[in-house]
């Protein structure tokens, strides 16, 4: 009698037998809790990241979320001007979507180049999937880009997303491939400067108008109108 009472005392102290344990957190709070971290410029969260497997996905779903967060301040910005060839549908399509879409898979380069030039160049013993995990996080500040919306300020709000951005990815770059500041710099500079070339060719494609194409935020706008 004495063991059975141990037992069930057992199974409920686990949960098992019980729902005296809390709930574990789910994938969402778990992310929520990396982003607020970053937020907060809490840089160890990149550590934890790197080993977290699962993170992979969340990495891309940041990536995607916040390119939509840009195409929507495109959006947002377009409906406030009545230009002649600037339909709010074709921004849509082209802007939100479309963009949406371009920016994740060129953000994919960006890591692709950076991780090439870590391992080719520099020596370092990182997997590609590790610096997407941190790099996918570290794009989180592009979603600052809907405040383009504000037409005085879209400029500055772009410049200020894809800056904070670009710094909060070469800490990424630098904490978790051991390699030294200027070899960080290097690799994500090259990265980075390939994404901009990307996407500055990518808002010439399919104009809507003669403003931009097929980019989100600050980027969607080409410099030949």
């Known amino acids: 009698m004495n063991r059975r009472l141990r037992t069930q005392a057992t199974l409920r102290g686990t949960g098992r037998g019980g729902s005296s344990n809390p709930r574990a957190p789910s994938g969402y709070q778990v992310l929520a809790g990396w982003l607020a971290r970053v937020a907060r410029f809490d840089f160890t969260v990149f550590d934890e990241v790197k080993e977290e497997r699962t993170a992979t996905a969340s990495a891309v779903l940041v990536v995607l979320v916040s390119s939509l967060f840009a ?129 500055g060719a990518f808002a010439n494609v399919a104009e809507a108008g003669v403003f931009g194409g097929l980019a989100p935020g600050i980027l969607f706008f080409s410099l030949d109108f």
Request: negative net charge.
């Open 71 to 199: 195409g929507l301040g495109t959006l947002f910005w377009s409906m406030q001007h009545d230009f002649p060839g600037l339909d709010t549908a074709d921004v849509i399509v082209k802007a939100v979507i479309g963009g949406t879409i371009v920016q994740t898979g060129v953000f994919l380069a960006w890591v692709y180049l950076t991780h090439l030039l870590l391992v080719r160049a520099f020596g370092a013993e990182v997997l590609f999937q590790e610096l997407l995990r941190v790099m996918g996080l570290a794009f989180a500040p592009v979603a600052l880009s809907i405040f383009v919306a504000i037409a005085p300020l879209a400029v500055p709000f772009g410049v200020l997303s894809l800056s904070t951005a670009f710094l909060f990815s070469h800490i990424a770059v630098e904490r978790i491939s051991g390699v030294t500041t200027r070899e960080a710099s290097i690799a994500n500079l090259g990265g980075f400067a390939a994404f901009l070339v990307f996407m």
